[in-house]
Nanobody, 126 residues
Framework: QVQLVESGGGSVQPGGSLRLSCVLSGATKSPSCVAWFRQAPGKQREGVAGIYTGDGTTHVVDAVLGRFTISQDNAKRTVFLQIDSLQPEDTANYYC???????????????????WGQGAQVTVSS
């Protein structure tokens, strides 16, 4: 069983930055795919970035490309989401999740993304 714990959320002003962290534990080897999702109030959950833990290959969706960066520290079994130029529409609960196949785990369906963290709230307002 894989556990994921997010941290780094908070309240920031528009234009600011945050770095979210996701620490993986509970399995000898990390799942091949780790992804970040977000869900804003009243909206569907969406995958925003994913990483192949084997070699660090990443994918960031077009809507946030250039502002969101996903990376990893394998030694610490941690995946990061750097968010720059934050905008009010980035306000959401951000989750990390993991599954066996990259980039399929970015779809978020239970068969391909069985492991989820508890979420970290990001609020962007002035």
């Amino acid at each position: 069983q894989v556990q994921l714990v997010e941290s780094g959320g908070g309240s920031v002003q528009p234009g600011g930055s945050l770095r979210l962290s996701c620490v993986l534990s509970g399995a000898t080897k990390s799942p091949s795919c780790v992804a970040w999702f977000r869900q804003a109030p009243g909206k569907q959950r969406e995958g925003v970035a994913g990483i192949y833990t084997g070699d660090g290959t990443t994918h960031v969706v077009d809507a946030v490309l250039g502002r969101f960066t996903i990376s990893q520290d394998n030694a610490k079994r941690t995946v990061f989401l750097q968010i720059d130029s934050l905008q009010p529409e980035d306000t959401a609960n951000y989750y990390c999740a993991a599954g066996p196949r990259f980039p399929v785990c970015m779809l978020g369906n239970p068969a391909e993304t069985p492991y989820w963290g508890q979420g970290a709230q990001v609020t962007v307002s002035s």
